[in-house]
């Protein structure tokens, strides 16, 4: 996509280290979660060491990147400042600091450690939600994909404690005496999380960039289906979430059939946004080919295990072979294609827009090196496709453990090509992502006027 999209406030984003940052540690956690993902196909890692896995991917890679684009984009869809600078450099800084003791602890067993190392990940998420709750405040009405922020907002909210909880119940037994069981608590944390947190965040983000990348217009069958969603997606989590914690089967079940048929909904808008595209292809698009496809795949898979079990431990991730369908087939390539544009888009911002028309700068598409593009798309679906059929159709051993080399390989291209960019166009290179005047800075035109006319 060569051309800014139209109705966007570039001028109120926050300073370009903020989410760059944000991104960067991110793909720190990729490289580190595909990393043991291959080692743990091909052998052992100790302690456990797949819950510390969940949590490279899903908190240091998704979280992180979500942390970043929420910070980066919220002010730019909504026309409004964000919040506080210094709050989105702190949210960073206690996540990675929290998972960077959390993840170890866990990998060698020493668990007695893990409140402490889990009370920055609670702060730093609760950072979050009030510094981008209190810059949506600001934007209402709200719009889709706004309404989907905030939910997935109210998730990590609440998902936080339950994680921290869980943390302390490790050695303290806390729940006891209590009418939860430690089994109840993770289900709930896990269906806030993966279905809550981020599948809101993704539904409303992939409408919005759908259109933007696809130069799709929304007609009224459109409409009616994302109006289906809003109803079903929403109040199927929380009866999902509430019937997983009390253990009350049928309201679990009817929660989960909700849940998937309002995402049903939202992907067949994004099919017909796609296959609607009057624009070319590109790294975002085909890619959101590849999630739409996942989503479905993973919905015909998941309805019929949650509806004869909403209850099991199976279930967590859906299927219980359709986890990578979920993990990589949507959160991964939902990142992956996104990233390939918001990357270049704050750079180009910051660095040529008020070039053009002055000299000849290069378009967003620009900025990072196509062939590497290809190369990482590749790989990783081949990759992922490997990965996601050796369970379902219980394929020998040796095939998910070479596809999960191969998908390794396509991401750490996808990393070094991100990184390159960076490198090669940023202000100061990769390191100015670290260091930066003014990201600490709350005091700004923009900023003040905004808490005149809103309020404190």
């Given at each position: 996509?060569n ?7 570039t ?6 280290a ?44 998704i979280g992180?990147?979500i ?39 866990l990998?060698?067993?020493d668990?007695a ?32 994909t ?11 909210a ?11 119940d ?37 409408v919005q960039l ?9 007609d ?75 989503l ?7 309805l ?5 079990d909403p ?8 299927h ?43 378009m ?9 593009e ?21 394929l ?15 991401f ?7 990184l390159?960019t ?24 923009a ?8 309020g404190?």
């Amino acid at each position: 996509m060569n051309q800014i999209p139209g109705g966007l406030r570039t001028d109120q984003q926050p300073p370009m280290a903020i989410p760059l940052r944000h991104f960067v540690l991110a793909l720190v956690f990729l490289v580190v979660g595909v990393g043991g993902g291959t080692v743990m196909a091909v052998g052992t890692l100790p302690g456990l060491a797949e819950i510390a896995h969940v949590h490279v991917l899903l908190l240091g890679w998704i979280g992180l990147t979500i942390m970043g684009a929420m910070t980066q984009f919220v002010p730019v869809w909504s026309g409004v400042t964000i919040h506080s600078r210094r709050l989105a450099v702190a949210q960073l800084w206690l996540v990675v600091v929290g998972l960077a003791a959390f993840v170890p602890l866990l990998l060698v067993g020493d668990l007695a450690w893990l409140p402490l190392a889990a009370l920055p990940l609670l702060a730093g998420v609760w950072l979050f939600v009030y510094n981008v709750g209190r810059t949506l405040a600001r934007a209402r009405p709200l719009e889709f994909t706004e309404r989907h922020f905030a939910f997935a907002l109210a998730c990590f909210a609440a998902l936080a404690p339950l994680g921290y909880l869980l943390a302390v119940d490790f050695t303290t037994p806390v729940l006891d005496g209590t009418p939860f069981a430690r089994g109840d608590v993770l289900l709930v944390h896990t269906t806030l999380a993966l279905y809550g947190a981020v599948l809101a965040t993704i539904v409303g983000a992939l409408v919005q960039l759908g259109q933007m990348f696809a130069q799709y217009e929304l007609d009224k069958v459109d409409d009616r289906l994302l109006e289906a969603e809003q109803l079903l997606f929403p109040a199927g989590i929380l009866a999902f979430a509430t019937g997983r914690g009390l253990g009350i089967e049928p309201l679990a079940g009817i929660g989960g059939v909700a849940v998937l048929v309002g995402l049903a909904a939202a992907t067949v808008v994004i099919v017909r946004i796609l296959g609607g595209a009057t624009a070319d292809r590109s790294p975002m698009t085909d890619r959101y080919w590849v999630v739409a496809v996942s989503l479905l795949t993973w919905i015909v898979l998941t309805l019929p295990a949650w509806w004869v079990d909403p209850l099991g431990y199976g279930g967590l991730f859906g299927h219980p072979d359709a986890t990578n369908l979920l993990v990589f087939g949507v959160f991964g390539f939902v990142v992956v294609g996104s990233l390939y544009h918001i990357v270049p888009f704050i750079i180009w911002i910051e660095q040529y827009s008020d070039r053009l028309g002055f000299e000849q700068v290069p378009m967003i598409d620009d900025l990072y090196d196509d062939r590497l593009e290809r190369a990482d798309f590749a790989l990783t679906v081949v990759g992922f496709a490997g990965m996601s059929a050796a369970p379902l159709l219980d394929l020998p051993a040796v095939v998910p453990a070479v596809s999960g080399i191969v998908a390794t390989v396509g991401f750490c291209l996808f990393v070094a090509n991100v990184l390159l960019t960076i490198h090669r166009h940023g202000p100061r290179g990769l390191p100015g992502v670290f260091v930066s005047d003014d990201d600490g800075d709350d005091e700004s035109p923009a900023s003040e006027v905004g808490e005149v006319a809103d309020g404190p």
